[in-house]
C-alpha cells in the first residue's frame, strides 16, 4: 500500500477487535458528533481543537466522503489507495455482522469503540467517471454497563450495545426539499441522500421530486 501522502496530518481509521484496519484514503469534509444535548459539526479542513463533553450519552458520530477511484489512485489529496470495491465490500461485513470498531481521528480526542448505528448506518453509491464511491457513515459510541451489588461493589462489566433510536418519520410539507428535511431532521443537510436512500419507493428516480403529504422514513 502506498505511503501516506504528506500535508495533511489528520488521518481517519476504523480497526477490527481482528486487528484489521481500514484506512479512509481521503479525509472527509467534516465530521458530526451529536452528544445526546448538542450536535456538533467540525469542518475537518479548519480543524481546531475538538471538546467533547464528559458524563453524557453514548455519542453518534457521522461524516460523509468518497472513495478515489483508479484513475484517481495517485492524486495528492489520496493518503493511501485501495480499491473502492474493497473498502465498501469490508465496511458491509462489518455492518451486517455487528462488529465493534474502533474510530480513531488523529490529531483529536475522536478514539472510540463504535458500532454501526442502525438501519442506513453505511450508504454508498457509484459516482462520476473515476471510479469514485460516495459514502455516507453513523456509528454510536459502544458504552459499558457496570453492574453492581448492594453496598456498591462492581460485580460484573458486560460490554453492551446501545439500542439504536427507533425510526422516525417526517411529513412533507409545502415548500420541503430533501436537503430541508435533512437538516431539520438531522442536523446536517447534506445527509439528504440517507432519506432519499431510504425512500426510494415513495420519491421514485427524481429525489428533486417531493410532495406534500408523503410521508419519510428517517433512520
Known amino acids: 500500500m502506498p505511503a501516506k501522502k504528506e ?16 484506512h479512509f484514503p481521503v479525509n472527509p469534509e467534516r465530521i458530526t458528533c451529536d452528544t445526546g444535548n448538542r450536535i456538533l459539526t467540525f469542518d475537518v479542513i479548519a ?3 475538538i471538546s467533547l463533553p464528559r458524563g453524557r450519552a453514548p455519542i453518534r458520530f ?23 470495491k474493497e473498502l465498501a465490500d469490508i465496511l458491509s461485513l462489518w455492518r451486517n455482522e455487528g462488529t465493534k470498531l ?8 475522536i478514539n472510540h469503540d463504535v458500532y454501526f448505528d442502525g438501519d442506513g ?16 457513515l453513523r456509528f454510536v459510541e459502544a458504552r459499558e454497563l457496570i453492574i453492581r ?12 450495545r446501545p439500542a ?11 415548500g420541503d426539499t430533501l436537503w430541508a428535511i435533512a437538516k431539520k431532521t438531522l442536523g446536517d443537510g447534506g445527509r439528504w441522500r440517507e432519506i432519499y436512500n431510504n425512500n426510494t419507493n415513495v420519491i421514485g428516480e427524481d429525489p428533486n421530486r417531493i410532495f406534500p ?7
Open 7 to 22: 500535508g495533511d496530518p489528520m488521518d481517519f481509521y476504523l480497526t477490527a477487535p481482528d486487528g484489521s484496519r481500514l
Open 47 to 49: 480543524l481546531g481543537e
Open 62 to 84: 457521522s461524516f460523509e466522503g468518497f472513495f478515489p477511484g483508479e484513475a484517481r489512485k495517485d492524486d495528492p489529496m489520496v493518503k493511501s489507495w485501495q480499491s473502492p
Open 102 to 109: 474502533r474510530l480513531l481521528v488523529t490529531e483529536t480526542p
Open 121 to 136: 448506518s453505511f450508504q454508498h453509491e457509484w459516482q462520476g467517471g473515476h471510479g469514485d464511491c460516495w459514502y455516507s
Open 149 to 160: 451489588a448492594e453496598g456498591g461493589e462492581a460485580v460484573g462489566v458486560q460490554q453492551t
Open 164 to 174: 439504536p433510536p427507533a425510526p422516525k418519520t417526517y411529513t412533507v410539507k409545502p
Open 213 to 219: 403529504g408523503q410521508v419519510l422514513r428517517i433512520a
